[in-house]
């Protein structure tokens, strides 16, 4: 499964960007997927996921009610809408594919086999 990523930028506080993530090469609708994100100097954190059966989506605490995952899977995407941004959440952002990732483990980077290459979210004060 391939990856690519692609939305980020520059925005000031308080606005927001649509990341996507589109894939290619496997069953999308059967994968895990997931976002993380590695700010500068830090180790890269998990921060959204959607889960390949009924697509139950999870959030890491300090974006719930801003950050939204979505997947189209007729279109082999997932998405992460990035609401009311905070500096702190300047990275750069990864998405993740996983054929086998279960619910104890989806947070966690070794659940995923699968990465795209990134794309850089800069959030201005």
């Known amino acids: 499964v391939q990856l690519q990523a692609s939305g980020g930028g520059l925005v000031q506080a308080g606005g927001s960007l649509r990341l996507s993530c589109a894939a290619s090469g496997g069953t999308f609708r059967t994968y895990t997927v997931a976002w993380f994100r590695q700010a500068p100097g830090k180790e890269r954190m998990f921060v959204a996921a959607?889960?390949?059966?009924?697509?139950?989506?999870y959030y890491e605490d300090s974006v719930k009610g801003r950050f939204i995952i979505s997947r189209d899977n007729a279109k082999n995407t997932v998405y992460l809408q990035l609401n009311s941004l905070k500096p702190e959440d300047t990275a750069v952002y990864y998405c993740?594919?996983?054929?086998?990732?279960?619910?104890?483990?989806?947070?966690?980077?070794?659940?995923?086999?699968?990465w795209g290459q990134g794309t850089q979210v800069t959030v201005s004060s």
């Open positions: 993740a594919a996983s054929s086998v990732a279960i619910l104890s483990s989806l947070r966690q980077e070794v659940a995923y086999a699968y």
């Open positions: 959607s889960r390949r059966s009924g697509g139950a989506t």
